[in-house]
C-alpha cells in the first residue's frame, strides 16, 4: 500500500530564508506526486505535481519541488521564503496511475510559519 | 469559470443524530466527485468516489454514505452520527481524464459531534 510522511508537523523560519519542506512516500510503482497548500481559513490549493521527466517541477507562488526516486523524497522549496507563504502545506501521492480517477493519499502535514 | 459550493458551512450535531452535507460542481459537466475527512489536526482522508451519476464507491468505511443524485452534486449523509465523526470535510472534483488531474477542493464543512 502507498503512504507518504511528512516528518516535520511545524516548521518556522525567517522571512528572506530559504525554505524546504520535506516529502517521503513508499510505493511499489513510480509514482504521481502533488503538493498542496491550505492557508488559514481556506480550502485546499494546488501546487504543484510530478508525473514523470524533469527532477525538479516548478509550480504556483514561486515554489518548486525536488523528486529523488534515490530516496523516495519530494521536498518542497522556495526561495526566498515571504510572510504570506505561511500555512499548512500537504504532500500527496497518487497512485495507481492508470485510473480513471483520483485515489490520493495524503501526508499529515507540514504548517509552515514565516516570522517576518 | 469552474466554481465549487459545499454547506453547510459549520454544523454541530448530538451524537446519534443525522447528517446530511452538500456539494454543488457548477461549469463542469461530468466531474470526478470526492468527498475527503480530515481530523483535527491530522491528515486527508478520502472517503467516496463518484465518476458518473448514480454511482459512488466507498473508499474508507466511518458508517457514512454517500450519493450523487445530479451530475454537478455530491452528498454526504448518515443516520446517527458518532463522537468520532468530528472533524473537517471536504468535497472536490477533478476532470475526469485520469489520476494525474488536480483536485479542485471545496472550502469544507466543519463538523462538532457532541
Known amino acids: 500500500a502507498q503512504s507518504v510522511d511528512q516528518p516535520d508537523a511545524h516548521v518556522t523560519l525567517y522571512e528572506g530564508a530559504s525554505l524546504e519542506l520535506r516529502c517521503s512516500y513508499s510505493?511499489?510503482?513510480?509514482?504521481?506526486l502533488f503538493w498542496y497548500v491550505q492557508y488559514p481559513g481556506q480550502s485546499l490549493q494546488f501546487l504543484l505535481k510530478?508525473?514523470?521527466?524533469?527532477?525538479v517541477v516548478k509550480g504556483t507562488k514561486g515554489f518548486e519541488a525536488e523528486f529523488r526516486k534515490s530516496n523516495s523524497s519530494f521536498n518542497l522549496k522556495k526561495s526566498p521564503a515571504h510572510w504570506s507563504d505561511s500555512a499548512k502545506y500537504f504532500c500527496a501521492l497518487e497512485g495507481p496511475p492508470s485510473s480513471s480517477f483520483s485515489k490520493l493519499v495524503f501526508g499529515q502535514g507540514t504548517s509552515l510559519s514565516v516570522v517576518p | 469559470a469552474q466554481t465549487i459550493h459545499q454547506w453547510p458551512v459549520a454544523e454541530i450535531k448530538a451524537v446519534g443524530s443525522p447528517l446530511s452535507l452538500g456539494c454543488t460542481i457548477k461549469g463542469k459537466s461530468s466531474p470526478n466527485l470526492y468527498w475527503y475527512w480530515q481530523a483535527t489536526g491530522g491528515t486527508l482522508q478520502q472517503l467516496f468516489y463518484s465518476i458518473t451519476v448514480g454511482q459512488v464507491e466507498s473508499v474508507v468505511q466511518l458508517n457514512l454514505s454517500a450519493s450523487r443524485p445530479k451530475d454537478d452534486q455530491f452528498i454526504l449523509s448518515t443516520e446517527k452520527l458518532l463522537l468520532s465523526h468530528s472533524g473537517f470535510y471536504l468535497c472536490a472534483w477533478s476532470r475526469g481524464t485520469g489520476a494525474n488531474e488536480r483536485l479542485f477542493f471545496g472550502h469544507g464543512t466543519k463538523l462538532s459531534v457532541l
Open positions: 510505493y511499489s510503482a513510480a509514482p504521481y
Open positions: 510530478y508525473i514523470t521527466g524533469d527532477a
